[in-house]
Nanobody, 111 residues
Framework: VQLVEYGGGLVQPGGSLRLSCAAS????????MNWVRQVPGKGREGVAA???????DYADFAKGRFTISQDNAEAPMYLQMNSLKSEDTALYYC???????RGQGTQVTVS
């Protein structure tokens, strides 16, 4: 299993980014997946989750601003982030919930 996150970058407050998570070695549609984020010196926190039935769940700070999606077995998993705030600055990872497998992350900086 290999996961690769991309799409991060520098954005101004109020801006948007779409993060992508590409996978090899398995299909998203059979997995329960998370986006998590980590700020240096702080613990990792869950951002959003999607299960194999397409049901989604969000951290309170992400509700109304972020959208997790995964369209089909061949497509990446996405995290659409709107109305970004400085406190959203973090390294974002996609994670396979059952195994804990994750990629290297993609940095999001809101400034």
């Amino acid at each position: 299993v290999q996961l690769v996150e991309y799409g991060g970058g520098l954005v101004q407050p109020g801006g948007s980014l779409r993060l992508s998570c590409a996978a090899s070695g398995f299909t998203f549609s059979s997995q329960y997946m998370n986006w998590v984020r980590q700020v240096p010196g702080k613990g990792r926190e869950g951002v959003a989750a999607i299960n194999s039935d397409g049901r989604t769940d969000y951290a309170d700070f992400a509700k109304g601003r972020f959208t997790i999606s995964q369209d089909n077995a061949e497509a990446p998993m996405y995290l659409q982030m709107n109305s970004l705030k400085s406190e959203d600055t973090a390294l974002y990872y996609c994670v396979v919930v059952i195994t804990g497998a994750r990629g290297q992350g993609t940095q999001v900086t809101v400034s």
